[in-house]
């Protein structure tokens, strides 16, 4: 019996001796380490990227390893914001995963040799200056790579002759409903007045009749095309309105209406008591369409004017 053990805690460590042998011959294939022995750079200080384009910081490790590596990118200076005018590199960060902290995440699979950070800017309606935003690239999560990169982007409006609408309703609303309850000492129910918090994309459908049909919320063109000297309508129309309780009042669906010329030109009016919950949306049968502004077109330029026929905004 002693023998028998003996032979199958020899065959063990032998066993061990051998996967330790291979891992560490494995660890030592081609120069690869399992430890931060190596670091990533790059040779790119800046990039310019126009609004709604993309690029990428492309980085050179100094030698391949056998485990992924993870970086963090963050916001150093700048006048960009995260999230709104740019995004960069896999994701934002999560502490679930290990990067705590505002800004970007980025995973490089094992034996990588080089990788591309990318950087993606948003586009909108408003005409602006270039903003900047200056990146701090460092290691991160696992820490398997070191890095120590500092990066500007500049990036620039896009400023065309186009039509443009932005359309938004997203807000919170919270209403009060009559909720029914069963009593805890029996079968005996009540009516009680509840609280119901929805967010108005959920509940409320608008459309820019003929131009912004779509589902959408907010409801965006920044290319409706160019248009020739006249006068132009821009219809809202409330489409639908399904709240998931029966409010007992009705509450106010605020709207903002943006339009112009796509960086160029644009204006804002502000619709904050117009539409209500109980307002007689089109699709179940109603006429939720109102003429929400004017475009007077003059030589190419714009001259807007609100639902009640004020000037508000001229090129
Ligand atoms: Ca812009
Ligand atoms: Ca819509």
Do not use: H
């Amino acid at each position: 019996m002693k023998n028998i053990l003996k032979t199958s805690l020899k065959s063990s460590l032998l066993a061990l001796t051998l996967v330790c042998f291979f891992s560490c011959m494995d660890d030592d294939l081609d120069g690869m380490d399992t430890q931060p022995k190596t670091s990533a750079s790059t040779t790119v200080s800046s990039l310019t990227i126009a609004e709604g384009g993309s690029d990428v910081i492309p980085f050179t490790m100094e030698k391949a390893i056998n485990m992924p590596s993870q970086f963090k990118i963050e916001v150093v200076s700048g006048t960009a914001t995260q999230g709104v005018d740019f995004t960069a590199g896999d994701a934002a960060t999560d502490s679930d995963t290990g990067i705590p902290g505002d800004g970007f995440e980025i995973t490089v699979p094992a034996y990588a040799t080089s990788f591309d950070i990318p950087v993606n800017t948003m586009m909108d309606i408003f005409a602006e200056d270039t903003e900047t935003v200056v990146l701090k690239i460092s290691a991160a999560g696992v820490r398997t790579v070191l890095a120590d990169a500092t990066v500007t982007v500049n990036i620039t409006n896009i400023a065309t002759e186009s039509l443009a609408i932005l359309l938004e309703w997203d807000k919170d609303v919270t209403y009060e409903w009559l909720e029914t309850v069963t009593e805890e000492d029996g079968d005996d129910e009540d009516i009680i007045v509840s609280e119901f918090t929805e967010n108005l994309c959920d509940v409320v459908d608008f459309d820019v009749v003929g131009l912004l049909e779509t589902a959408d919320c907010p409801e965006v063109d920044y290319a409706l095309g160019v248009l020739a000297d006249g006068t132009y309508n821009i219809e809202v129309d409330l489409w639908t309105v399904t709240t998931e309780k029966t409010p007992i009042d009705a509450f106010a669906i605020p709207l903002t209406l943006t339009l112009g010329k796509t960086g160029t030109f644009t204006t804002t009016l502000e619709y904050n008591d117009v539409y209500t919950s109980d307002y007689p949306a089109s699709e179940p049968g109603g006429n939720g369409t109102i003429v929400a502004a004017t475009i007077v077109v003059s030589g190419g330029l714009y001259t807007i004017y609100d639902k009640d026929g004020n000037l508000v905004a001229a090129e």
